[in-house]
Nanobody
Framework: VQLVESGGGLVQPGGSLRLSCAAS????????MGWFRQSPGKDREGVAA????????YSADSVKGRFTISQDTANNTVYLQMNSLKPDDTTIYYC???????????????????WGQGTQVTVS
């Protein structure tokens, strides 16, 4: 199983970035795909998730209206479009795949089985 993130970088406040996560090595539609972020000394925070088979998406209140998760099922890729970025959004973002019950706690990092290496997002 491989999850490869890309798209991080440095952006000014108010700017946008799009993160990508290319998944391989497993049956894509069997898993929920999530984006998490983690700053030093803090717990990993669920940002957004999408139930790939149902195409149902969820996002944290802290990013609602600014971040959008989407997918390209033909290419087993999940995206996180981040708009109106703030300095507080600065951290490492991780893509994850997990067998999360539909309607369950998509934001719980412990429910995810596979993780990408992370990509740094800096808003400054």
């Amino acid at each position: 199983v491989q999850l490869v993130e890309s798209g991080g970088g440095l952006v000014q406040p108010g700017g946008s970035l799009r993160l990508s996560c290319a998944a391989s090595g497993y049956t894509y539609n069997n898993y929920c795909m999530g984006w998490f972020r983690q700053s030093p000394g803090k717990d990993r925070e669920g940002v957004a998730a999408i139930y790939t088979a149902a195409d149902n998406a969820y996002s944290a209140d802290s990013v609602k209206g600014r971040f959008t998760i989407s997918q390209d099922t033909a290419n087993n890729t999940v995206y996180l479009q981040m708009n109106s970025l703030k300095p507080d959004d600065t951290t490492i973002y991780y893509c994850a795949a997990g067998v999360v019950m539909f309607g369950g706690k998509w934001y719980e990092a412990s429910d995810y089985n596979y993780w990408g290496q992370g990509t740094q997002v800096t808003v400054s």
